[in-house]
């Protein structure tokens, strides 16, 4: 390392900075960038970048505003003592010691290393005493490099190696608990040790054996296998989702984020080692390890989850297995009109039953308002387009089965499946549709689910998930829709897509904005999915409202990406070198249809770029049911043009919207980027005061 991370000219003490958290960051933007070691502008873009995500504000007064950045040249570690504090969104108050810490993009795991131990450091209550008490620039670099240096002078100031197994021993009695901890943050360079180090320290304090896996940025070295067997209960104290979580199935389960590990510590490890000999308390999902059962609620193993989120989440499961469903009969579908025209609906009943490779249609005849439809040549055509047509409906048929019966496994597992296919059967049935589908799903799911809670004799235990439970759940379920349900959903179902089908003109262009609105919100969310599967339900009808319905929603989740590379390809100073690459990639999965290109956008900047994404897609899907576009395809975008009318609409609507929430979102940054740019001019002349 050609530098230290730290030196003198990298410290200020005493400052007074006028102005909120955002001046502050100014202020450590210019501080590192006056070094030589950054780009002022893109890493304090950085900055604000991940704060975004969510605030660097610690316990203790402590804020620690970090990135890892093409902008940065040389990694830096920034200290910024402040005279008053200013809230850096940490619940027990302000912060006046800033640590700013600046890793280049391409990071090797030996600065990550570095940097780890520093954020271990400063859980300890010394050390940040130390630091407040410093009268010198000289004498606060020097404690931080005592810290992070490869060979440290100061033992006690370090913390146990970032990226191994930690053991937390120390006190420790023959018999006491034995408890596993992994934490993992974003970025995965300050809160993910922090935590480690809270959680290992009051396991120390406390008498019991911890070990812990860090997955951050300095890289991951897996629990030892024996670690595992000999574990009672793990503590997940994670922003992400972590990698390998099915090696603990059936362990006993406290999650929460990383914050919380950081300042309830010691209430964490009280928690995990009661969970040890509680019967109810959350489990790690999935196959157990030890006696080949499995575990029945994949829901379970969410800290404190509500039974609203956890319905919310088996409809998202829902939706997710549906789509390839729709994807591939839609899709084939439209390939079958396609290269038969729409005649194959006239053929696809006879596919089956007439038709073979050794009986073409060479001889055969249909009619259709008087006129023959097949010749030698058209017949082969017609007859492939048939094939696909009929292929594609077979697909379609499945969705409200899917729907329901992936409802169910989201609530309750394996059991679950089958009572909520079948459910979802009879909700076609009796044509409830996918309303119905919705009904048998959660009500599968929840029985399917208390069944499985129950504590039957030994021998019965075996054939419960795969006989007693389907069956009961599937009987009750059925017998529901089938005797009581099903009249009234129908009549729902009916009277719905009456209301959609007599829908014109302004009411129409209405629901085209709810629908746009719904699809830009949160790109892939819920209440994306919510529309997606609203619009995509419906083309089983088959009617001409159904199809403009499908069009306005494809038409708007085109928007976001496309804006995002529009404002990035237009004003690219704007954006981060991450972000204009994404940028890139987001031409192409707007025009495939993919709402959650513009995902990272949103994640890093919420308030400006979702309102323009909104404004956007309600113009578009607005103008797409004006229009009367229609697209007898489910997914695809301006791929699957063939299965758009009129094309040239379609086009238009999706324009207008793109160029809305462009211009939207431009001008929503660039105001940002002036005040900022005023705040750090302010910063910086009270700094270097």
Same mark, same amino acid.
């Given at each position: 390392m050609s530098e230290p991370l730290i030196t003198p000219d990298l410290v200020r003490l005493g400052v007074e900075v006028t102005g909120d958290k955002h001046a502050v960051i100014a202020a450590m933007a210019d501080l590192v960038a006056s070094t030589g070691r950054a780009d002022r502008a893109g890493l304090q873009q950085a900055f604000e970048d991940r704060e975004a995500q969510f605030a660097t504000g610690m316990p203790?007064? *402590?804020?620690?505003?970090?990135? /890892? $950045?093409?902008?940065?040249?040389?990694?830096?570690?920034?200290?910024? /003592?402040?005279?008053? @504090?200013? !809230?850096?969104?940490?619940?027990?108050?302000?912060?006046?010691?800033?640590?700013?810490?600046?890793?280049?993009?391409?990071? %090797?795991?030996?600065?990550?290393?570095?940097?780890?131990?520093? $954020? /271990?450091?400063?859980?300890?209550?010394?050390?940040?005493? &130390?630091?407040?008490? &410093?009268? #010198?620039?000289?004498?606060?670099?020097?404690?931080?490099?005592?810290?992070? !240096?490869?060979? @440290?002078?100061?033992?006690?100031?370090?913390? $146990?190696?970032?990226?191994? !197994?930690?053991?937390? #021993?120390?006190?420790?009695?023959?018999?006491?608990?034995?408890?596993?901890?992994?934490? $993992?943050?974003?970025?995965?360079?300050?809160?993910?040790?922090?935590?480690?180090?809270s959680l290992e320290q009051a396991a120390k304090?406390?008498?019991?054996?911890?070990?812990?896996?860090?997955?951050?940025? %300095?890289?991951? #070295?897996?629990?030892?296998? !024996?670690?595992?067997?000999?574990?009672?209960? =793990?503590? =997940?104290?994670?922003?992400?989702? *972590?990698?390998?979580?099915?090696?603990?199935? %059936?362990?006993?389960?406290?999650?929460?984020?990383?914050? /919380?590990?950081?300042?309830?510590?010691?209430?964490? =490890?009280?928690? &995990?080692v009661a969970a040890i000999h509680d019967p109810d308390a959350d489990r790690v999902a999935g196959a157990a390890s030890a006696g080949g059962s499995s575990a029945s609620t994949p829901a379970s193993g969410h800290h404190q989850v509500g039974w609203g989120k956890r319905i919310q989440q088996a409809l998202m499961t829902g939706v997710s297995y549906m789509i390839p469903f729709v994807a591939a009969g839609g899709l084939l579908m439209a390939l079958g009109f396609l290269v038969g025209g729409y005649d194959v609906a006239f053929v696809s009943n006879d596919v089956a039953t007439k038709f073979s490779l050794w009986n073409l249609p060479d001889a055969q005849t249909y009619q259709q308002n008087g006129a023959d439809v097949l010749t030698q040549y058209a017949g082969l055509r017609l007859y492939l387009g048939a094939v696909l047509a009929t292929l594609g409906g077979l697909g379609m048929s499945f969705l409200v089965a899917a729907l329901s019966g992936y409802i169910a496994f989201g609530l309750a597992g394996r059991p679950g499946i089958a009572p909520g296919f079948i459910g979802g059967a009879v909700s076609v049935l009796v044509g409830a549709g996918f309303i119905g589908g919705l009904v048998t799903g959660i009500l599968a799911g929840l029985l399917a689910l208390w069944l499985s809670s129950l504590k039957p004799p030994r021998w019965l235990a075996g054939l419960m998930p795969v006989v007693i439970i389907p069956l009961v759940t599937t009987f009750v379920v059925g017998g529901l829709i089938l005797l009581f349900l099903g009249r009234p959903l129908a009549a729902l179902m009916t009277g719905l897509q009456d209301t959609l089908t007599g829908m014109t003109g302004t009411s129409a262009i209405l629901l085209g904005i709810i629908l746009g609105l719904m699809m830009c919100f949160d790109l892939g969310g819920p209440v994306n999915k919510a529309a997606y599967l609203f619009a995509t339900a419906g083309l089983s009808a088959g009617t001409e409202a159904s199809w403009q319905i499908m069009a306005a929603v494809m038409a708007s989740g085109m928007v976001p990406p496309l804006a995002m590379a529009l404002s990035t390809a237009v004003r690219p100073k704007l954006y981060t070198p991450a972000e204009r690459e994404n940028g890139t990639t987001a031409w192409l999965l707007g025009a495939a249809f993919i709402s959650e290109g513009a995902i990272p956008f949103a994640a890093a900047d919420p308030l400006r770029v979702i309102p323009s994404m909104m404004a956007g897609g309600a113009v578009t899907g607005a103008l797409s049911m004006a229009f009367g576009v229609t697209s007898k395809a489910p997914h695809g975008g301006i791929f699957v043009a063939f299965a758009i009318e009129p094309i040239w609409a379609y086009v238009v609507a999706i324009v207008a919207g793109v160029l809305v929430s462009a211009l939207a979102v431009t001008a929503l940054k660039q105001q940002a980027a002036r005040s900022r740019k005023a705040a750090g001019d302010s910063a910086v002349e009270t700094v270097a005061a």
């Open positions: 203790g007064g *402590i804020a620690i505003p970090h990135c /890892r $950045s093409a902008a940065v040249h040389e990694a830096a570690l920034g200290l910024i /003592r402040l005279s008053t @504090p200013v !809230d850096f969104g940490s619940k027990d108050g302000p912060a006046d010691l800033i640590i700013g810490i600046a890793a280049p993009e391409g990071s %090797g795991s030996e600065h990550m290393k570095l940097l780890a131990k520093l $954020s /271990r450091s400063l859980i300890k209550a010394d050390f940040v005493a &130390a630091l407040r008490a &410093a009268t #010198t620039p000289e004498e606060a670099a020097a404690l931080i490099r005592e810290v992070v !240096d490869p060979a @440290p002078a100061a033992p006690a100031a370090t913390g $146990s190696p970032a990226t191994t !197994d930690q053991d937390s #021993t120390v006190g420790a009695t023959p018999d006491a608990p034995v408890l596993l901890a992994i934490t $993992s943050c974003p970025t995965g360079i300050a809160h993910t040790y922090m935590a480690a180090e304090d406390k008498g019991v054996e911890l070990h812990v896996e860090t997955q951050g940025s %300095g890289g991951i #070295t897996p629990f030892d296998p !024996d670690t595992i067997k000999r574990a009672q209960a =793990i503590i =997940i104290a994670a922003d992400v989702n *972590i990698s390998g979580r099915d090696r603990f199935a %059936g362990m006993p389960l406290v999650e929460s984020g990383v914050k /919380r590990a950081i300042s309830e510590g010691p209430k964490m =490890i009280d928690e &995990a």
